[in-house]
């Protein structure tokens, strides 16, 4: 272990780091309590045996800082007094010492203390390795939860969750966001042609597509089913639009074989509507998908793999055929 011996009384000093050298333990000396404080704030210390009285910062002092501000590791104290002292003793117990030692040394009783520190701290390390292990998992476990299991993309919760952040944001801010829906072309015709596990396999590569070209300000959830969302930060509705023709026309170049569709090209392909909030809207985050929503319904009507955007902000989606 490495121990910190803090002591200005020279005699009792040398006393103390020959008995803990010999039993085989790193030592570190301070002839006061600030460069002992020093050394505490800068080293990793296993145990402190520290004096009661020291110039700069006395015994109790010490305890208290190391147990307040060092709570990233824990440090064994051991305080030092004289005899005829119990007071201090209990009084140093109440500001953090672990356990006391009394003046001058007795080499077994200071075996002891080591023994008994050493015991402590390896608890305290484990209890330390088992905590972040834990927090670990947990970190891990919410990541599932905001996951989608078989795309890897954000799930609804979490898209909610961003969903609502991004409004806020907009609206605290000024600055617009967009929203991009897209939609499998007859993907119940895939999955009555090639089967379920085909579709899910097909779910898979889209959305494997959907991340792969999409960039570092855009952020892709499972809408639900062969739906997809595209959240766009700080961006208007040419943006959002590129952006979206953009992942459509990747999605299309894939060339995963359809050739359950009624109509070419007999491959999977995406439908998209696209909807953007600028600056001084009244529309709220539900209109605002209802409009990407009913852009997403033109598209397929209008033909599928396309993607329609909605060109008035405040009032029904635009009607405007633009495919992308």
Not at 153 to 177: F, I, K, S, V
Not at 230 to 259: E, K
Not at 289 to 294: E, H, K, M, R, T
């Amino acid at each position: 272990m490495r121990v910190l011996i803090a002591d200005d009384d020279v005699t009792s000093r040398l006393m103390l780091e020959a008995i803990v050298s010999k039993l085989g333990h790193e030592c570190l000396v301070a002839h006061d309590g600030s460069r002992a404080w020093e050394l505490l704030s800068s080293e990793v210390i296993d145990v402190l045996l520290t004096d009661w009285l020291m110039p700069g910062v006395d015994g109790p002092e010490l305890c208290r800082r190391v147990r307040h501000e060092l709570n990233d590791r824990y440090t064994y104290i051991v305080l030092v007094t004289r005899i005829g002292q119990p007071e201090l003793v209990l009084e140093g117990m109440g500001a953090g010492a672990d356990d006391y030692l009394v003046k001058p040394a007795d080499p077994f009783a200071v075996k002891t203390r080591m023994v008994a520190a050493e015991r402590v701290t390896a608890l305290h390390r484990q209890l330390a390795s088992f905590r972040s292990q834990l927090e670990e998992a947990n970190i891990e476990l919410l990541g599932q939860s905001l996951t989608d299991p078989l795309t890897g993309l954000g799930n609804r919760r979490r898209m909610e969750e961003d969903l609502e952040r991004a409004h806020a944001r907009a609206l605290r801010l000024g600055r617009g966001y967009g929203l991009a829906l897209f939609d499998i072309d007859h993907f119940k015709l895939f999955n009555d042609r090639y089967g379920h596990l085909a579709g899910d396999e097909a779910l898979r590569q889209v959305a494997g597509c959907l991340d792969k070209f999409s960039r570092a300000d855009e952020s892709l959830y499972r809408y639900g089913g062969e739906e997809f969302l595209l959240l766009l930060s700080d961006c208007n509705l040419d943006a959002a639009s590129t952006a979206a023709g953009r992942l459509r026309r990747a999605v299309a170049d894939m060339a995963v074989p359809h050739d359950a569709r009624p109509t070419s090209p007999n491959v999977v392909t995406l439908s998209g509507g696209v909807s953007c909030w600028t600056a001084g809207s009244s529309l709220s985050l539900s209109d605002l998908l209802q409009q990407a929503d009913g852009a997403l319904f033109q598209a397929k009507s209008a033909g599928r793999d396309r993607v329609h955007v909605v060109v008035q902000h405040d009032g029904e989606p635009g009607r405007a055929p633009v495919a992308i």
